[in-house]
């Protein structure tokens, strides 16, 4: 019986929740521990998803609670809010994340060796979160790569890359191997002042990899793996080096319906009027109904699908201070009525502007502010 735990985190987003849903369907062996952290400042839509999830699972997701919080009586966030003495979180401090999310996860594992598994899509240029601690590792089924940045850096670190040829040549050789070559032999470096162009090498050269084959890929990199303290390395095998999907946000959608889960229902889009034209709106994420991250379409959104949820957002400003969810504007300046009808006609506006390019209105919009966001609470 192997000593490594698969866990999963549930945030109430459609990824999450769909990557549940398949790795059960799909990978019925492992035997998965799911937790979901409540911050306390949830939709209700949230909470019905989990319920949903764990009927299809059939196994209950952990609620990851504090009890020295649950004593005072506040949820997690007030708890935190009252300790920065009134200080939003903001995508420049996101103490929301760190102690609400990541803290409870790290503390949830135990030190275990661990196989964290993230719903980042195929179609989704960003990267989730990679722990600190040794004994995570963070897999992500949904793209053609389903390893980490953190391992990328070290089968692309040229001091080796003649183990990596070594590995490659068990699968390829002849002219195959030598454009494999080809591509380690590309220079870069990991100086910190170049880790942007380090990034976008390191998305070059996997680029040009993959289509070699992506289970040779992955089984070369497992048994890189193999020689590293990774919590895989204890492995003999692992299922998802034969992986070859790569699931794109439609496929996410379907998943969901399919299965009878359902799509959260602030995914809907809403339609209103403005100067006589209509456009859409809807939530592009889950998480906290007041999230720092969100558009201020989004923001028009709550206050008019959720306006009592809007009013409790209201209270944790300080304007004088200038402590405000969006930045240089407080929440009352955002919803005076000319304020509002400027937001929602440039929102209608570029909707318009992307419907000139074939493109798919909504969809390109919220899949831009998904990849802003952080990926431990929206994904």
């Known amino acids: 019986m192997s000593k490594l735990q698969h866990v999963m985190g549930i945030s109430g987003g459609k990824d999450s929740a769909a990557l549940a849903i398949y790795l059960k369907d799909n990978y019925p062996s492992f035997d998965f521990k799911y937790y979901f952290t409540d911050t306390g400042k949830e939709l209700d839509e949230t909470y019905q998803l989990i319920d949903n999830l764990e009927s299809y699972l059939g196994i209950k997701i952990n609620r990851l609670e504090d009890k020295k919080i649950l004593s005072t009586g506040e949820d ?24 609400m999310k990541l803290k409870p996860f790290e503390k949830f594992v135990k030190g275990k060796p661990t196989v964290s598994y993230v719903g980042i899509r195929g179609d989704e240029q960003r990267e989730g979160y990679i722990s600190k601690e040794s004994n995570i590792q963070s897999i992500f089924p949904f793209r053609k790569n389903i390893w980490s940045q953190d391992v990328l850096r070290k089968i692309f670190d040229p001091k080796n890359q003649e183990q990596m040829l070594e590995y490659f040549g068990e699968y390829f050789n002849g002219n195959k191997l030598d454009k494999i070559n080809d591509i380690f032999s590309k220079p870069i470096s990991f100086d910190r002042n170049y880790r942007l162009e380090a990034e976008r090498i390191i998305r070059d050269k996997l680029d040009a990899l993959l289509p070699f084959g992506i289970i040779e890929y992955n089984k070369s990199i497992f048994k890189y793996l193999k020689t590293t303290k990774y919590p895989l390395s204890i492995e003999e ?19 969901l319906r399919e299965s009878g889960v359902g799509v959260p229902a602030y995914y809907n889009k809403v339609e209103y009027e403005i100067d006589g034209q209509i456009g859409e709106y809807a939530r592009s994420r889950s998480g906290c109904y007041f999230c720092f991250f969100q558009q201020k379409i989004e923001w028009i959104w709550l206050y008019e699908q959720h306006p009592e949820k809007f009013k409790e957002a ?31 006609l440039s929102n209608l506006k570029r909707a318009n502007k992307e419907k000139s390019k074939d493109s798919k209105l909504l969809l390109d919009k919220l899949i831009d502010a998904e990849d802003g966001a952080c990926t431990a609470c929206f994904i």
């Not at 009252?82 to 939003?88: A, E, P, V």
Request: contains cysteine; charged residues 35%.
């Open 76 to 99: 997690p966030f007030d708890f935190h809010f009252k300790s920065f003495r009134g200080y939003l979180p903001s995508p420049q401090s996101r103490w929301c994340t760190a102690l």
């Open 237 to 255: 095998d692992y299922p998802l080096l034969e992986n070859e999907d790569n699931l794109v946000r439609d496929d996410i959608f379907r998943i």
């Open 314 to 344: 209201m209270k944790y400003e300080n304007e004088k201070e200038m402590f405000t969810w969006v930045a240089n504007e407080s929440l009352k300046e955002l919803i005076q009525p000319e304020r509002i009808r400027e937001i929602k």
